[in-house]
């Protein structure tokens, strides 16, 4: 999904200025991609749509901060992304798994034949992450490694295992990268 | 013959590959058909519907906007308060000098306010996600907090006859409703485990 939505300055203005409908609609225009992506990187849509409501109290509270440096959607953008990576983070520590390591759901083998959508989400939640910031939202390698507090070398890995279990999950090529 | 791996061909798509790789994928055809579904993975991506929210979330970020409004009010309502709460100390150090007890009521009611201030700080954190029933309690208390700091303000202006007692009765209000106000910002700030 791409988002190209060209928010008015005087929306934003008025935002600034606490003015609740133009806050309203700024969370109308945002809401879809928001959840989008919270919901492209996590496997739980509960979770995804506390990341869309933590995101807008953030958006509120910070609104007064935001210069008009860039487009709003890539401000906004870097809040969900850090909020949901932030619940990455948290589901890993809980449940003792290291940031990164690889592993499906059970019973899940390579060339399953599934499509992207479902293979997609047999991918690791840091897997996944880096997959949707990289290749669909633009993010480079250097911007992903400083998101999660990793290296570059770490995103351009996840990345490249990721693609690699989307393509057996996928069924694809059975010559070359075997 | 040796092909391209995963990584060569992540950075042959982005312009970053070696010399071998880049040269092997010209004459291989199998590498070629890689780099090809690698992209079309990408665009098949981005191509993937939109998943939209099941639940509207706005009216809880709503009523958080409108606590933080209230909040703003009250904060500035503080700031007065305290001003008056100095004034009215003056004025009424010579009346209290006659009735201990009262005096006495109204400095530990001022103290406990002042403490359950100062807890509400630690729960207090803007952008913890409150349900849209809490958000309301919270707003109502936070708005009769503020009656009773407009009552406390008008009170203590120095046109203003207060009695005594009326003005510790005020105080022990505030400082109920403060404790009701914790108590929500506590239960919740346990609930969710921070």
């Given at each position: 999904m791409t988002v190209a939505l060209a928010v008015p300055d005087v929306l934003v203005a008025r935002a600034q200025a606490g003015d609740e409908a133009a806050l309203e609609a700024l969370y109308r225009a945002f809401e879809t991609p928001v959840y989008n992506l919270?919901?492209?990187m996590?496997?739980?849509?509960?979770?995804?749509e506390d990341v869309l409501q933590e995101t807008f109290l953030e958006v509120v509270k910070s609104i007064r901060d935001y210069r008009g440096e860039g487009y709003l959607w890539g401000w906004i953008r870097r809040i969900v992304a850090t909020k949901a990576l932030m619940r990455i983070r948290r589901d890993q520590l809980r449940a003792t798994e290291p940031l990164g390591e690889e592993h499906g759901k059970p019973g899940?083998?390579?060339g399953a034949n599934l499509d992207l959508?479902?293979?997609f989400e047999h991918l690791t939640d840091t897997s996944r992450a880096v997959v949707w910031l990289h290749d669909v939202e633009g993010y480079t390698h250097e911007e992903i490694g400083e998101l999660m507090g990793k290296s570059v070398s770490f995103?351009?890995?996840q990345l490249a295992r990721a693609h690699a279990r989307l393509r057996g999950l996928l069924g694809e090529g059975e010559g070359a990268q075997a | 013959m040796m092909h391209c791996t995963m990584d060569d061909l992540l950075a042959l798509r982005a312009g970053e590959a070696s010399i071998w790789a880049r040269r092997h994928v010209e004459d291989c055809a199998a590498c070629r058909a890689e780099l090809d579904a690698v992209y079309q993975r990408v665009a098949q991506l981005k191509a993937l519907p939109a998943l939209r929210s099941p639940r509207d979330r706005w009216p809880i970020v709503r009523d958080a906007v409108r606590v933080a409004q209230t909040r703003r009010r009250r904060t500035w309502g503080v700031w007065s308060l305290a001003a008056a709460a100095a004034l009215a100390g003056v004025l009424l150090v010579p009346r209290f000098g006659d009735s201990g007890t009262l005096h006495a009521e109204l400095s530990r009611a001022k103290d406990q306010s002042a403490t359950l201030e100062d807890q509400l700080q630690n729960y207090d954190v803007d952008g913890r996600v409150l349900s849209g029933r809490t958000a309301a309690h919270v707003a109502e208390l936070e708005d009769r907090i503020a009656v009773i700091d407009g009552d406390l303000a008008r009170q203590a202006a120095p046109k203003?006859?207060?009695?005594d007692a009326e003005l510790v009765k005020l105080w022990q209000q505030r400082v109920d409703l403060m404790r009701q106000l914790v108590n929500v910002r506590s239960t919740r700030a346990r609930y969710v485990g921070l």
């Open positions: 919270a919901r492209r996590l496997r739980n849509a509960e979770d995804a899940m083998h390579v959508e479902r293979a995103s351009k890995s | 203003a006859q207060a009695q």
